[in-house]
C-alpha cells in the first residue's frame, strides 16, 4: 500500500494525457469535417481555385490528425471519410488519379465510405450541370 498514491498518481498523469489528445482529435476531426464541406461547397460552384487552396490546408490537418490518432480512430473516422470524399471528388472532377489511402494515413474502410460518399457529390454535380 506504501506505493499506491505514486501508483494512482501516474496513472492520472496518464489519464489526463489522454483526455488532452482525445481533445485535441475531436477539434482536429470536427475542423476537418467543416473544411471538407467548405471545400465540396467551392467545387459545386465553380470555385476551384479556393477548393484547391482549401484542400492544401485539410491536406496538413489530415496529417496532423493521422498522427495523433492511435486510440481514438473511431473519434477521428468520419473525419477521414469527408477527407477521402474531397480528394477523390476533386481527382475525379480534374480527370486525376483516385488518391491512395495509404499515403494519406487512411485506413481502408474510410477509404471506401468516402469513396462511396463521391457518389452522391457527383450525382449532385451532375444535377447542378443539368440546370445550367
Known amino acids: 500500500m506504501k506505493n499506491l498514491g505514486k501508483t494512482i498518481s501516474s496513472i492520472a498523469k496518464k489519464l489526463d494525457s489522454m483526455e488532452k489528445r482525445q481533445d485535441e482529435v475531436i477539434v482536429l476531426s470536427r475542423g476537418l469535417i467543416r473544411d471538407c464541406a ?3 461547397r467551392h467545387l ?3 470555385d476551384l481555385k479556393e477548393a484547391r487552396a482549401l484542400v492544401r490546408e485539410i491536406d496538413g490537418k489530415a496529417k496532423k490528425l493521422s498522427e495523433i490518432k492511435q486510440g ?3 473519434t477521428a473516422s468520419q473525419a477521414f ?3 477521402i470524399e474531397i480528394k477523390s471528388l476533386l481527382a475525379i472532377l480534374e480527370n486525376e488519379s483516385l488518391p ?3 499515403k494519406l494515413g487512411v485506413d481502408y474502410r474510410q477509404f ?3 469513396l ?3 457518389v452522391g457529390e457527383l450525382r449532385r454535380a451532375m444535377l447542378i ?3 445550367h
Open 112 to 114: 471506401l465510405s468516402g
Open 116 to 118: 462511396a460518399d463521391v
Open 38 to 40: 467548405n471545400a465540396i
Open 72 to 74: 481514438f480512430e473511431g
Open 44 to 46: 459545386h460552384t465553380g
Open 100 to 102: 491512395d489511402f495509404g
Open 81 to 83: 471519410q469527408e477527407y
Open 129 to 131: 450541370a443539368l440546370k
